[in-house]
């Protein structure tokens, strides 16, 4: 025995393991006459049904064109029962792609009707064992396939009328909620077309519920199905896919009655039979013609070049910046040749900037204002109309504002001022909405330099694009209050008092009203509860000036009145005597001299001077 195959001996075959390119194999079996023997036609039906199974496995609504392509490359007319098994199968496992596959056993039915007819008598043979064997997750699934076949019009509307009645004749609970959930889905495409039949179906649903025979569940489906019968199956709208592959005027429509005693359900077609060497080659001849006149009829082109055509009209995406760049040349060369801002809001509009990209086009606008000499309102302008245009365009300026104020410390002064003035332009005019104030926080901790000119600058250009009288009742109204409690605060002392001194300092102290009497009344509460401590021990009330409680220091309050509160600790448990109290007297005396010393002292009226002097030299 030799390993050339042109050499092999009669009656010898190859048995050997070395592997054989496919031409000099195919060559080897036309000289030898071995193309059409049963060994051949065997390897090619299992290359059949394996490329149609695993063709069907990865089918979805993405790759629904490139999955029938496939399938049309095999001939479908021999191996439609494997087909028609593999779709059975498929959509039994997964019902969620009943859709999906349903379309596709359209598109095939409208060019090969022979393989709808052979998959509704399965199908109707299916519903017919399952429910003779009580099997309801078969029967319920396969009733959702027909009635997605009777949207496409694949199936004959009369057939659902059918299994309706005879499902309500054999009255169960089971069979009336399989019969409901056959009707949610095909209910919309029956009352275009057979109205009449269905009001006959639902009129029995009534005549159901009033006899009160089945149990609370069903009684609940028939009311609800009532329902949305009333409201026409709004809520079960017909699910006709976006990719239209086929006209459903042109689809060829099968009846079967389900009440036959046999069905023919074409077993043979599920298994491999040998056939004449010369019949099997005309079937794959004519199968070839009708393949190439399928492909061109659904997409205009023949079998070889359908990969090609399938690659060019696939989408190519650019992952570089490239395309950012060509944007940002567009979006400069509208600006720089706009005479003024409004047919620059046009140019802009005009480019038709997809959503991924407002936001650079944001940042550009941005950008360019920033690198200015001087600030120039035009791109305040033009911001201000793309945000009152478009919703896209004020989410991604909200967003640069957030992100600008957290990197503030980069920007250079002279960008800084534009950039603040830029935001204070469309926060004055509402055209970014003012809850994104709460990520600023005033404070001597949150803040460093620049963030506090970033602050200074916003409000000032605020006040002059407003009023000082505007912005203090926009400032306090009910929407903006809320997001400023980190710029006025409520609870902090030292914090209110650093936000006083700030407005100040900057010529805003009007807009800090509020805060002062905050303040104010914070003050009078802690002396008051110092007035308390006091008389609980026995020593005589301080009265402290309310009009000088700016100057009372923090830390000598706490330090003395812990002091206060050790002493009266020790009264209690000592029980001292008469004499020795006025010792104590004396001793609690000598405690408010000290407490009136740490206050005069720290709350120097020098001091405060020096501190705000600092404070305007850090400005």
Known sequence: MTNNPDELADGETRICSDYIPPFKKKNFEVSHNLLNNREHQKKLWDRLEKNIRGEINKLNFSNIEQVLINILKNNIIRGRGILANCIIRAQLSSHSYTAVICYLSAIINCNIPDFGSLLLRRLINQF???YSKGDKYVCKHTLLFLAQLINQKVVHELIALQICLFLIEKLTDDSIEICIDFIFECGQFLLENTPQGLNTIMNKFRRILQEGKLNKKTNFLIERILKERRDN???YPINNPENELIDLNDQIT???DILDGEIDIQDELDHFIETEPNVFEEENTKWDEISKELLSGLYGVTME??????????PTIDLSEKDFVILRKKIYLCIMNSLNYEECTHRLLKLNIPKDQISETCAMILDCCSMERTYQKFFSLVAERLCIIKKEYQESFAKLFSENFETVHR???NRLRHVTKFYSYLLSKDAIPWNLLFIVKLSEKDTASSSRIFIKILFQELSYNMGIKNLDIKLNSSEVLPFTEGIFPKE?????RFSINFFTAIGLGALTHKLRNT???IEQQQTSRLNELCLSSGIDTIQVDISNSEKISEDAEIINTKCLDTYKNKMEQTKMNSNY?????EYSSSCLEDLSNNLIFNNGINNQKRRNRSFSREL
Do not use: A, G, V
């Not at 070049?305 to 696939?314: H, R, S």
């Not at 902090?492 to 209110?496: A, C, D, G, L």
């Open 411 to 413: 920007l250079e002064t």
């Open 128 to 130: 017919r064992i399952s």
């Open 233 to 235: 199956f709004m809520n």
């Open 581 to 585: 109290y006025k010792q104590s007297k």
């Open 519 to 521: 303040l104010s009344n």
């Open 305 to 314: 070049d359908t990969e090609e055509q399938l690659i060019k009209n696939d």
């Open 254 to 256: 099968h009846f079967f």
């Open 492 to 496: 902090n002392i030292s914090k209110i």
